[in-house]
Every structure is written in structure tokens, then in C-alpha cells.
């Protein structure tokens, strides 16, 4: 009985891709993300900590804890089966795993403005899905993640008005923040827009737009990488065409479950160790997270790291009480958030760089 043949190579071009992946998330990258955050939450607790500054440690709510992991684990296993329904099932539980948890590692590892995003063509190909494909699924998750942004941005601008900013900051501090948030808002929606009419009226168009732009002589140099991604649009407004609504009322569904849940997680850790919350200041705490992620969006170090514990206590300092337990808040949020995440995609980066597709 002849042996069966064994699978074709990768094309050239998905080997480098893999390859450079590969190297971006080498072991050794890990160091400085480590150094940098654990640095920043040791000045603060030097800062801070006065001998029984950590006391209400004693009378933290076990229920919050509880809740908080259970918001995490809701939102991971979000994360899994919309990955897995935008795939239309061609993938299977286990790679949907694998593909989320290379997906928050790279996040975790690149810098914040790359994100797994970025990557995420070559993590789905390596699972053994067409690269074609694998660009229109990528597309689909930036449109929807997108989506999502733009419409939450004016309901909490809403709730929160003058709370979306932090008191403490300088006035003009404050100013450029606010600045930040506009534009990055705006760019959002541009780019949202640009995708869905790429996706579902004339992607041929847009293609063509991104072509004239990046013949100005300026951008000149961007004009192959423009036209590759006008083409990544027509490829995957071709590959979706046929996708019903069902298709995309769940992934709407389950985009909205798992970004609410991320933005929830820093609001059920500070109920865990203040006296009392109420439902008035969660939703301040959730309305001030939009802000707050403005700064690790601009962040150039590996997934925001130095900025995200720098920044916690201006943001959401005033919600907990003393800087100490405000400190410790940050550990134990870049601990579930961060920390755990680079651990589980240290432990199957192996397993995953050695499967054959």
C-alpha cells in the first residue's frame, strides 16, 4: 500500500510570513515587556505603601473575584467561538483555541499599534486555512471590532461627559487627550466605513481609491502595499458574499459579548476591594476604560507595557481609595490581563510552531 504523499509546502511568501512571526515572538522578547511593567508597578508601590495602606485586603468581596473570572473566562471562551464562527467552522475547537492564544500573545508581545491583528493572516494559515481566506476572516474581525468602537464611543461619551477624563490630569494634559480620542475615534469610523463599503458595495472602488492615494508623491512608496490591501478587500468581499445574515448577527453577537466583558474586567476587580459600588460608578469605570485604552492604542512598547500600569492610577485611582490598594489593583489587573496570557502563549508557542499544516 504506497505511503500517502505528504502536504504541499506553504507558499514562499506565508514560510517568511510564519518565520518572521516566529521571531517576533522569540522568548527573549519577553524580557523588557516584563522588566518594563513590573518596574513601573514597583516604583508605585514604593511610592505608596505605608504599613497598613494594604488593609482592606482583609475585607475583599470573594463574590467580585469570582465574578471577575468568570468575566474572563466568558470573555476567552467569546473570543474562541467567534473566531470559530467566522471561520465557518473550518476550524476546530481545539485550533480555535490555538489561534486565540497566539492571538493574545502576539498582542501581548508587538507593540500595541500592531496588535495580533496584524498577524493574524499568518497565525489562521498556519492552522491550515488558505491564505486568502485567512485575510477576509482577519478582515471581518477588524470590521466588527471596529464596529463595535464606533457605536459604544457615543453612548459613553453620553453616560460619562466631564467623568470620561481624569480631574487629576493637567488641564492640558487633559486637552491633548481629548484631542487623542477624537482623532483615533475618527479614524476608527473612517476605516470602519472603509471596510464595510469595501465588503458589501464596491470593494473594486476602494481598491482603486487606496491606488490614486498612494500615488501621490509622498506616499509613493506604500502604492504596492496599497494595492495589496485593495485586493486582501475585493478577495474577502468575494469570499463573504454568500455569508446570510445568520452568519452575521452571531458574529456581531458574540464581538459585542467579548469586548463588553474586556471592558468590564477593571470595574468588577476595584468592586472586589472598595467598601461599596454602585452601578452609577461601574459604568463611569467602564465609560473611562474607552479612554484609557487611547493611550495604549498610541503605546509604542509591547503590549502598552509601562503605560498601562502608569497610567491606572490616574484613571481609575479616585474609584478604589488609597494609592497602595490602587497599586496592587494594577498588579493583580496586568496579572489576569497581561501576564497570564504571555505565560499561556510561552507554554503552546512550541506545540504551534511545530504543528505541520
Known amino acids: 500500500m504506497p505511503m500517502p504523499s505528504p502536504p504541499p509546502p506553504a507558499p514562499p511568501d506565508v514560510q517568511a510570513a510564519e518565520s518572521d512571526l516566529l521571531r517576533q515572538l522569540r522568548p527573549s522578547r519577553l524580557i523588557w515587556p516584563v522588566l518594563i511593567g513590573l518596574g513601573v508597578v514597583g516604583f508605585l508601590f514604593w511610592r505608596s505603601y505605608t504599613p497598613g495602606s494594604l488593609a482592606p485586603l482583609a475585607d475583599a468581596k470573594w463574590e467580585w473575584l469570582l465574578i471577575t473570572l468568570l468575566v474572563l473566562w466568558a470573555r476567552d471562551l467569546g473570543y474562541i467561538y467567534r473566531i470559530r464562527h467566522i471561520a465557518e467552522c473550518e476550524l476546530s475547537w481545539g485550533q480555535a483555541f490555538g489561534v486565540i492564544a497566539i492571538w493574545e500573545f502576539a498582542s501581548c508581545v508587538l507593540p500595541s499599534a500592531a496588535g495580533g491583528t496584524a498577524v493574524a493572516p499568518v497565525i489562521l494559515t498556519k492552522e491550515g486555512i488558505p491564505l486568502g481566506k485567512s485575510l477576509a476572516y482577519t478582515i471581518v474581525t477588524a470590521l466588527l471590532d471596529n464596529l463595535y468602537y464606533v457605536l459604544m464611543v457615543p453612548l459613553v461619551v453620553v453616560l460619562a461627559r466631564k467623568e470620561l477624563y481624569p480631574r487629576e490630569l493637567d488641564s492640558a494634559f487633559v486637552e491633548t487627550l481629548r484631542v487623542l480620542f477624537i482623532v483615533s475615534y475618527l479614524a476608527v469610523s473612517a ?46 468581499s468575494v469570499q463573504l458574499r454568500g455569508a446570510g445574515w445568520l452568519y452575521w448577527w452571531r458574529a456581531s453577537i458574540s464581538t459585542v459579548f467579548v469586548w463588553t466583558a474586556r471592558y468590564a474586567v477593571i470595574g468588577c476587580l476595584i468592586a472586589a476591594f472598595v467598601p461599596a459600588m454602585t452601578s452609577h460608578e461601574f459604568r463611569f469605570i467602564f465609560a ?70
Open 191 to 236: 476605516y470602519a466605513g472603509l471596510l464595510l463599503y469595501a465588503l458589501f458595495v464596491n470593494p473594486f472602488a476602494v481598491r482603486r481609491l487606496l491606488v490614486r492615494v498612494s500615488s501621490i508623491r509622498a506616499l509613493r512608496r506604500f502604492r504596492r502595499t496599497a494595492y495589496r490591501h485593495g485586493q486582501e478587500m475585493v478577495n474577502a
Open 288 to 357: 473611562r476604560n474607552l479612554t484609557y485604552k487611547v493611550l495604549l492604542l498610541i503605546a509604542v512598547t509591547p503590549g502598552g507595557s509601562g503605560i498601562a500600569e502608569g497610567a491606572f492610577p490616574t484613571f481609575f485611582g479616585r474609584f478604589i481609595g488609597t494609592a497602595a490598594m490602587t497599586s496592587f489593583i494594577v498588579l493583580l489587573y496586568r496579572i489576569v490581563t497581561y501576564y497570564f496570557y504571555l505565560l499561556v502563549g510561552l507554554l503552546y508557542l512550541p506545540r504551534w510552531a511545530g504543528r505541520r499544516r
